[in-house]
């Protein structure tokens, strides 16, 4: 390497540094299998049996969503519980939710879902979600005089565990198995 060369490397990587200062914390030290995702959910309320809400998902984590109001806290919150599906087919396992509505008007069948309010935390799943973690946030609107539901939903970070070796190998995915046994430090390329 040339002096000039070195220098042009070094002034590079400064400005890449001095750019990290202006980025959100969360990006600056996302980790290494951090995804984020975003996308809008609607749901018809009540579409299975009454009690459980049905309806597509756009965005990253496209496919369809059921969610379950399982009962209401003294404080108002709802305890929920969602079932996802991917258009990859593949299941999205989350925790029970909480639900903090606020009511935007005076009829208390039409629910506000601020940013903050409502969060599933990932638990795993099958497919490329197996071994997921992270969580899902919302925001949207219900109206439940009509049984309708719009959500945006949006996570900072959702990661998942790499596969084992084992695992890697029965994928036939040459690129999985040379990043992953690079990462690993079994293997330099």
């Given amino acids: 390497m040339t002096p000039k060369t070195i220098h042009r490397v070094i002034g590079?990587?400064?400005a890449a540094f001095a750019l990290l200062g202006f980025a959100p914390n969360h990006l600056a030290f996302?980790?290494?299998?951090?995804?984020?995702?975003g996308g809008a959910l609607m749901t018809n309320v009540g579409a299975i049996a009454g009690v459980t809400n049905l309806g597509p998902v756009s965005g990253d984590l496209s496919g369809s969503v059921a969610a379950t109001i399982l009962g209401q806290n003294?404080?108002?919150?709802?305890?929920?519980?969602?079932?996802?599906?991917t258009s990859g087919?593949?299941?999205i396992k989350l925790r029970v939710a909480?639900?903090?509505?606020?009511?935007?008007?005076?009829?208390?069948n039409i629910v506000a879902v601020p940013w903050g309010h409502y969060r599933s935390d990932i638990a795993g799943g099958t497919g490329k979600f197996k071994g997921a973690t992270g969580?899902?946030?919302y925001f949207?609107?219900?109206?439940?005089?009509?049984?309708?539901?719009?959500?945006r939903y949006a996570a900072s970070c959702v990661t998942r565990i790499e596969p084992t070796a084992t695992e890697w190998l029965a994928?036939?995915?040459?690129?999985?198995?040379?990043?992953?046994?690079?990462?690993?430090?079994?293997?330099?390329?």
């Fill in 12 to 14: 590079m990587a400064g």
């Fill in 30 to 37: 996302a980790e290494p299998n951090c995804v984020p995702v």
């Fill in 74 to 85: 003294s404080d108002g919150s709802f305890n929920v519980q969602h079932y996802w599906v």
């Fill in 89 to 91: 087919a593949e299941t």
């Fill in 98 to 108: 909480v639900l903090s509505p606020t009511y935007p008007t005076s009829d208390r």
């Fill in 135 to 137: 969580f899902i946030d």
């Fill in 140 to 151: 949207g609107m219900a109206d439940f005089n009509q049984n309708t539901l719009v959500l």
């Fill in 171 to 189: 994928t036939g995915d040459d690129q999985t198995i040379r990043r992953s046994f690079v990462a690993s430090g079994e293997v330099e390329i």
